[in-house]
């Protein structure tokens, strides 16, 4: 559930907004097809492994195994900023959507955004069982939610509310359906990234999951069914109700706050009920602090691994009685705000500046993810693993993994094509394309100079479960090595 909670958010019922005015209603929906297909492919690679290594750390903590140390430095801090970020992200969203209600005018939004941050800091001080169930309920709403506005959708473009047949009207005007062309389609598939991040939280939960080799499986074809369901369908609905030129949409409304308040799902309901509106207005709040809420769960839990793997300061690998790491948390609270105090300086071009670092992180991790993978199978099959005997396989192995490989290098390389391609491209827009990837290069490069770290022989890889209760099956699954290198340990 907390992967739901994290990616059904801001990405769904605000920046799908974004998407339909920059590549028109078919753009946006090839667009969001091919990332959800891509983070497919990603997941079940995630599966292959957490299934088999268990643990909060993740796939940066894999890529320390299987690959490099550095990168698995550099992946852990980039995951940990992603999601520091994009709770910065969710509380300025919060803030806007507020303002359906409420004018600025009389509440400063800024004074909003860090109510909500005290929330989510509240919530994720309770005990992991209860931040879960909180996020079950938080998650029932939100399907539900979008269920309904599919279903009203439907209604209102057929006539049967409202009066209006609207049909494939909006796809007829000028420009669509695929405005801006390749370039429009090519630059929805950040926004769709953003949208899309969260699933892969299934990995980082199984670290704390009962059973593991039984759940993440489980989740894997449940949860990522139902979003990308959920996302193809409404970004479908969204498309045919809403013109792509709407200028309520976030990326036709300039630097109007305002504009950038009304989500697309509020917009489709206002033309069957006003005062229905009303209600998914604030449906659309409760799911953005939700999301926060797992963002926040997911920073502090990436910054925790990172303490226990000494690749961060010990103090943040520190737990209370409740096994709370609460000075991962409370960094992690003063990272967020920090990022979002620059929002302060602007209006909805810093909301869009602060997805693009969200974003192209995301695309950073999950490459990490596929690199991982990859290094994860040969390793396994030269220190004599049975694939047949792998608790949970891959699908499509390697040709899917492969294809997410490949679509992700493209995204994160030609992300700045679209304004590359404007009459008059701007530098600072190049720059927040890519900003996330110096940085990227610099945790690794320096962590590699720094500590000397190589490649890890296949050989070498490392397939022990140290921080999971076995159930008795390691002997089952893992490769014949481990049990050699132990015994080589034992001896020494």
């Known amino acids: 559930m907390i992967s739901i909670a994290g990616t059904i958010g801001t990405g769904l019922f605000l920046a ?4 339909i005015a920059q590549a028109g209603p078919l753009g946006a929906l090839i667009a969001y097809t091919m990332i959800g297909s891509m983070v497919f492919f990603m997941m079940t690679s995630l599966g292959e492994m957490a299934t088999m290594i268990p643990t909060a ?3 940066n903590t894999y890529a320390a195994r299987f690959v490099d140390p550095a990168l698995g430095f550099a992946l852990g801090v980039n995951y940990f900023l992603n ?3 994009t709770v910065a992200v969710e509380i300025a969203a919060a803030a806007l959507i507020l303002q359906f209600w409420v004018s600025p005018d009389l509440l400063p939004s800024w004074i909003w955004s860090f109510l909500f941050l005290a929330f989510m800091v509240f919530v994720n001080v309770l005990s992991v069982r209860a931040l879960g169930e909180a996020e079950f309920w938080f998650s029932v709403v939100k399907v539900l939610t979008v269920i309904i506005f599919i279903v009203v959708g439907i209604l209102v473009d057929s006539g049967a509310v409202g009066g209006d047949k609207i049909g494939f009207r909006n796809w007829s005007i000028e420009g669509a359906p695929l405005h801006n062309g390749f370039g429009g389609i090519l630059g929805v598939f950040l926004v769709a990234g953003f949208s899309f991040q969260g699933t892969e939280l299934i990995g ?3 670290g704390e999951s009962e059973n593991p080799r039984k759940n993440v499986p ?3 074809k449940q949860v990522f069914w139902r979003i990308l369901i959920f996302y193809i369908a409404s970004i479908f609905v969204i498309g045919l109700v809403i013109p792509y030129n709407d200028e309520n949409l976030l990326g036709n409304g300039g630097v109007d706050k305002l504009a950038i308040a009304i989500s697309p799902f509020t917009l489709v309901l206002q033309k069957a009920f006003k005062p229905a509106s009303h209600v998914m207005n604030a449906v659309i709040l409760i799911t953005v602090l939700s999301a926060g809420n797992s963002g926040m769960y997911a920073s502090t839990r990436t910054l925790y691994m990172l303490a226990r793997d000494g690749k961060a300061p010990a103090i943040f690998a520190r737990t209370n009685s409740r096994g709370i790491p609460m000075q991962s948390l409370l960094f992690t609270t003063f990272v967020s705000a920090l990022c979002f105090g620059v929002s302060l300086l602007g209006s909805g071009e810093v909301y869009n500046w602060l997805l693009n670092i969200s974003s192209i992180s995301g695309f950073i991790a999950w490459l ?3 690199v991982s993978h990859w290094r994860f199978r040969r390793a396994y099959i030269v220190q004599g693993g049975d694939i047949n005997r792998l608790p949970y396989k891959a699908a499509f192995f390697p040709y899917g ?8 290098l493209i995204v994160i390389c030609g992300q700045g094509y679209s304004e590359l391609t404007k009459p008059d491209p701007k530098a600072i827009n190049l720059v927040a394309c890519y900003i996330g990837l110096p940085f990227f290069f610099l945790m690794w490069s320096g962590y590699k100079v720094y500590y000397k770290t190589k490649v890890v022989p296949l050989w070498e890889c490392d397939f022990s479960v140290s921080n999971f209760d076995d159930d008795g099956d390691m002997e089952e699954f ?3 090595n481990i049990f050699v290198m132990e015994e080589k340990e034992q001896q020494a």
């Open 401 to 408: 993994p492969i294809y997410a490989l490949v679509l992700c």
């Open 478 to 480: 893992a490769p014949a």
């Open 204 to 206: 980082i939960a199984a």
């Open 83 to 85: 999601w520091a970020v």
């Open 368 to 370: 990490g993810i596929a």
């Open 218 to 220: 489980r989740a894997i």
């Open 16 to 19: 799908s907004g974004t998407s």
């Open 57 to 59: 750390g993740s796939f």
